[in-house]
Every structure is written in structure tokens, then in C-alpha cells.
């Protein structure tokens, strides 16, 4: 009754073992799904049941957008060739702001509980100002804290289950309007998971694995 469209790695692909980052790439770099682009979107979606044209004409769309290109192209070439050098760095304390902006608290329930995601699409990375581009280091970040909750036990998982707790406790004793407890809770978990060592430490041990395949360094401060 339905249909979706999504490339997929071949599972025999020397990068499939990175497929999150390339994943991450395709939502948040592609033309075709800026918000802008819906109704281009849903024409495409409308050819179903012709799932052969719907994929064809997705395709397209991804193989002609330059900007999707060029990251993948960028993200593809250090594992391709473990020996490239890369020019590009980023600090300890930029991956941590990066990475606490995935913790996203989006809503209020009756009970004043609130919801939040850890997405690939509905995070706190549109809400950043940022000038520097830190498309690689998203990319990164959304992989490795997955690899995390992809284990038995999830060290990071539980850290920020406590963190939203304690954010909620701390401000629901002063609920004046839930739009203004929702965007106190959800500041105070960004800048928690910012300063989250348990976090910290499960990024940079990601790192640690991957920095022969990544087009990028991270230091320890410039």
C-alpha cells in the first residue's frame, strides 16, 4: 500500500561498513529533500505503483544534485585510499557541540513528560547558527553515536535518558507555558550532552577506529 525510496549500499561495498554517514548525507545535504521540495517529492512518490519509475526518477535526482556529490565524493575518498592526506580539522570541542545537537527534545505530552529523538532527519543541527561547515563532522557524529546504541547496552543511550530526566525535574516546578518548558529542558539537554564526558569519550574512541577512513582530523583544541 505504500512505497519509500531510499539508495542502499550494496551489502559486497567496500563502503558499506560507513553506510550512516553516506545515509546522513543523502537527508540533510540532497536537494530533493529540502522542505521546499515537497511537492516535487510527492509527484515522485505518485508514480507508485511504477516503483520502477519512482526509483529511476529518484536517482536521478540524486545523481545530478553537485553538492550531494561533491561530500559523497569528499566522504568516499579516504576509504578508498587509507593513505590520503586530508587539510581539514576540527576541534574536540566542536565535535561535542555537534554531537549534543542530536539529543532533540520536540515535545511536551499531557503529562508533562517530553518527547525527544535521536534522528538521522529531526535533530537540533537546523537550529545551529554555525559559519564553519561541519556537514563531515554531522555525518560522523550521527554514525558513531548509532554504533553505540547499536550495542547490548548503550553507555550513551543511558546517559542522556538521565539527562533528560534531570532537565525535566529541574524545570518542571516552574512550568509558566509548555513552549517555554519544552525550550528550557531541550537547552539544557544540548549543553548536558555537550559537556557529557561519557559521550566525549565513546566519540573519540569512534575516532580513534575510524581516522584512516574519514576526511577529516579531529584535535584536541587550535
Known sequence: MKAAAMPALRDDSELAPYKRRFEYLLINVSEIHLPE??????????????????KKLY???????????????????????????????????????????FFYC???????????????????IKEATWEK???????????????DFDQE????WESFV???REACQKYKA????????LEDVKLAVFDSMEHDEILKKALLDYYELNKTNLAFKIIARV
Open 106 to 124: 520536540d515535545l511536551v505530552e499531557a503529562d508533562t513528560s517530553v518527547q525527544a529523538h535521536v534522528c538521522v532527519g529531526l535533530n537540533g
Open 174 to 181: 516552574t512550568i509558566i507555558t509548555l513552549d517555554q518548558y
Open 153 to 156: 547496552e548503550s553507555p550513551i
Open 59 to 101: 536517482l536521478e535526482k540524486y545523481t545530478r544534485d553537485k553538492k550531494l556529490a561533491a561530500y559523497f565524493e569528499e566522504t568516499m575518498a579516504p576509504i578508498t585510499n587509507a593513505n590520503l592526506e586530508t587539510t581539514k580539522i576540527y576541534t574536540a570541542d566542536e565535535l561535542m557541540e555537534v554531537a549534543s545537537k
Open 37 to 54: 521540495k515537497a511537492e516535487e517529492r510527492n509527484a515522485i512518490f505518485n508514480l507508485y505503483p511504477d516503483t520502477v519509475a519512482l
Open 133 to 147: 561547515d561541519f556537514t563531515l563532522l554531522e555525518a560522523f557524529c550521527y554514525e558513531a553515536i548509532f554504533h
Open 162 to 164: 538521565s539527562k533528560k
